[in-house]
């Protein structure tokens, strides 16, 4: 494998550090301090999460020559899932992000694990970035099955309302 200097991945676990902190700033921290801004916290925390895998699969892209095709898979699997995400949110007035038993701070943890990893055995990098994207990838799939099932539901159930509705009579004037 052609890599860059494998100590720059060093950098990236300071840098997932410093995401999660951030991460936290809006959201826990922000609810103990009584600060809470939820609408602008929630847009934020979704914008620096997209923010930081684009920079994440950059950094794979560029570190990984040879295979370049990961990053671009990464970054497929994590865009459909956030989109999933989102559109679960709209359908069901639900936000999750996890996926099964991880969340992203385990996703966090294992990623960092996996850089300090790859640093001692090269190609560990590019074996994760291709499981992790065809797991997320499956789960996607099967996401999005779901959110379509919940979407039809929703329809159902909001056209019963509609049905269930009735016009009052108009009250005769005297």
């Given at each position: 494998?052609?890599?860059?200097?494998?100590?720059?991945?060093?950098?990236?676990?300071?840098?997932?550090?410093?995401?999660?902190?951030?991460?936290?700033?809006?959201?826990?921290?922000?609810?103990?301090?009584?600060?809470?801004?939820?609408?602008?916290?929630?847009?934020?925390?979704?914008?620096?999460?997209?923010?930081?895998?684009?920079?994440?699969?950059?950094?794979?892209?560029?570190?990984?020559?040879?295979?370049?095709?990961?990053?671009?898979?990464?970054?497929?699997?994590?865009?459909?899932?956030?989109?999933?995400?989102?559109?679960?949110?709209?359908?069901?007035?639900?936000?999750?992000?996890?996926?099964?038993?991880?969340?992203?701070?385990?996703?966090?943890?294992?990623?960092?694990?996996?850089?300090?990893?790859?640093?001692?055995?090269?190609?560990?990098?590019?074996?994760?970035t291709l499981l992790a994207s065809?797991?997320?990838?499956?789960?996607?799939?099967?996401?999005?099955?779901?959110?379509?099932?919940?979407?039809?539901?929703?329809?159902?159930?909001?056209?019963s309302l509609k049905k269930n509705?009735?016009?009052?009579?108009?009250?005769?004037?005297?």
């Amino acid at each position: 494998l052609a890599v860059i200097n494998p100590f720059f991945l060093f950098l990236s676990v300071g840098g997932l550090a410093v995401q999660w902190f951030g991460d936290s700033l809006d959201g826990r921290i922000a609810y103990y301090r009584n600060t809470p801004r939820k609408w602008y916290g929630w847009s934020l925390d979704i914008n620096a999460d997209w923010v930081s895998i684009s920079l994440i699969c950059l950094g794979v892209y560029i570190y990984l020559p040879a295979f370049k095709f990961l990053a671009i898979l990464m970054v497929l699997a994590y865009g459909g899932a956030l989109i999933i995400s989102l559109l679960n949110y709209k359908v069901t007035d639900k936000y999750v992000i996890d996926k099964g038993m991880f969340g992203p701070t385990e996703a966090r943890i294992i990623l960092a694990v996996v850089f300090i990893i790859e640093v001692f055995i090269p190609g560990a990098l590019a074996t994760f970035t291709l499981l992790a994207s065809i797991i997320l990838m499956v789960t996607n799939s099967r996401d999005s099955i779901d959110v379509l099932h919940n979407g039809d539901q929703r329809d159902v159930y909001e056209k019963s309302l509609k049905k269930n509705v009735s016009i009052p009579a108009a009250v005769p004037t005297t």
